[in-house]
C-alpha cells in the first residue's frame, strides 16, 4: 500500500508530543526504588542507527541509500527500519510506510497533533549532532497509530533516523491483566505465580504493563515485573515521586475494600520518563496484586 504526504498530515491526535536533543535527556535520576528498566526498544533502535551510520560512513550515500530502502534488505526489522532526511529537508531513504515519499520535499510532515516532524529534527540539528523527537505514527506491523519515538544523527548533510514504538496500556488492558493475575495466583499458589510476575517472558510483563504483588502484613514486595530484584524489600515507607506514600495507601485500600484504583506518579519502564499512573489493585489472601497503566497528562 503506497503512502502520500497527506496521508501523514490527518494522524488521530494521541496525546501530547515532545522533542529534545539527545545531550539535554534527563539522566536516570530517580531511585532505584523506581522500578526503571532499560527496555528492549530502545537498545534495538540504537543498536540499528548505529550499523546505518557506519554503513553510510563508510559506503556513501550513493551505495547507502538504496540498501536503507530495501524492505526485505538489513536495514528492516519488523517494525524498525532506517530514514533518511537531507538538510534541505528531502527524503533520501526509507525502509518504511514512508518509502512512497522518497524525492519528496517533507519538510511540512506533521502528525495531526501539530508536532513538525522534519523541521523539528532540522531546528535540533543546527546545534546537536544527535536527538530525538517524540510524535504519532502509523505503525505498519499492527496498523495502529502508536506513540513513536525517533532517534537520529547528523552525518555530513544527512539525518540518519530510526524509530520505536512505545506501547501505552489502557485502562481495559490492565484490567484484563489484573484479572488473569488473581486467577493464576489463585490456581497455582504464590511461589508459582510469583516467580510468574518476575519473569519477563511469563507474560505478566508485556512493555509498560506489569504485575506487582505486596504481603499486606510485612509491606514486602513478593514480586514486581518491572524490577524483580526488589522482592522482599519493605515498601511502605517508600513514596511516588511527587511525595505520596502510595503503598500505605494501596494496603490500606486492600484491607478496607478488597481493592480499587490508586492515582500517581511514577517512572513509566517503556518510556523512562516521570508519568501519571493509575494502579488498579485486588486482595487475594493476605497479598495485594496490583497492576497499572499511564497517562502523560
Not at 511540512?108 to 523541521?119: E, Y
Request: proline share 3%; with cysteine.
Amino acid at each position: 500500500m503506497k503512502f502520500k504526504l497527506s496521508n501523514f498530515l490527518v494522524l488521530p491526535l494521541l496525546g501530547a508530543s515532545c522533542v529534545y536533543a539527545a545531550d539535554n535527556i534527563p539522566p536516570n535520576t530517580s531511585p532505584v526504588h523506581k522500578g526503571s528498566i532499560e527496555r528492549a526498544e530502545t537498545k534495538q533502535a540504537t543498536a540499528l542507527l548505529d550499523r546505518a551510520v557506519d554503513f553510510l560512513q563508510e559506503n556513501g550515500p550513493e551505495n547507502s541509500f538504496g540498501v536503507f530502502s530495501n524492505r526485505q534488505g538489513p536495514f528492516v526489522s519488523n517494525e524498525y527500519y532506517v530514514f533518511v532526511v537531507g538538510l534541505d529537508g528531502i527524503m533520501y531513504a526509507s525502509g518504511g510506510a514512508s518509502n512512497s515519499l522518497i524525492g519528496s520535499n517533507v519538510l511540512n510532515l506533521s502528525d495531526a497533533s501539530g508536532i513538525n516532524i522534519i523541521r523539528d529534527m532540522l531546528d535540533i540539528a543546527k546545534t546537536s549532532e544527535s536527538g530525538a523527537i517524540e510524535y504519532h505514527w502509523l505503525n505498519s506491523v499492527d496498523n495502529r497509530i502508536e506513540n513513536t519515538t525517533t532517534q537520529f544523527r547528523k552525518v555530513g548533510k544527512y539525518l540518519v533516523c530510526v524509530g520505536y514504538y512505545i506501547h501505552r496500556a489502557s485502562l481495559e488492558e490492565a484490567t484484563v491483566m489484573l484479572h488473569r493475575a488473581v486467577a493464576f495466583l489463585k490456581k497455582s499458589g504464590g511461589k508459582t505465580a510469583f516467580a510468574a510476575f518476575n519473569d519477563p517472558a511469563s507474560g505478566f510483563v508485556i512493555k509498560d504493563e506489569y504485575v506487582f504483588a505486596i504481603g499486606l502484613d510485612d509491606g514486602k514486595y513478593r514480586a514486581s515485573g518491572a524490577a524483580p530484584y526488589l522482592t522482599g524489600t519493605d515498601v511502605r515507607e517508600l513514596t511516588d515521586a511527587a511525595g505520596k506514600p502510595i503503598f500505605k495507601k494501596m494496603i490500606e485500600l486492600a484491607k478496607q475494600n478488597d481493592g480499587g484504583t490508586i492515582d500517581y506518579v511514577w517512572r513509566n519502564p517503556a518510556t523512562n520518563a516521570i508519568e501519571n499512573k493509575h494502579t488498579l489493585i485486588q486482595r487475594v489472601g493476605d497479598v495485594l496484586l496490583g497492576v497499572g497503566y499511564y497517562t502523560k497528562d
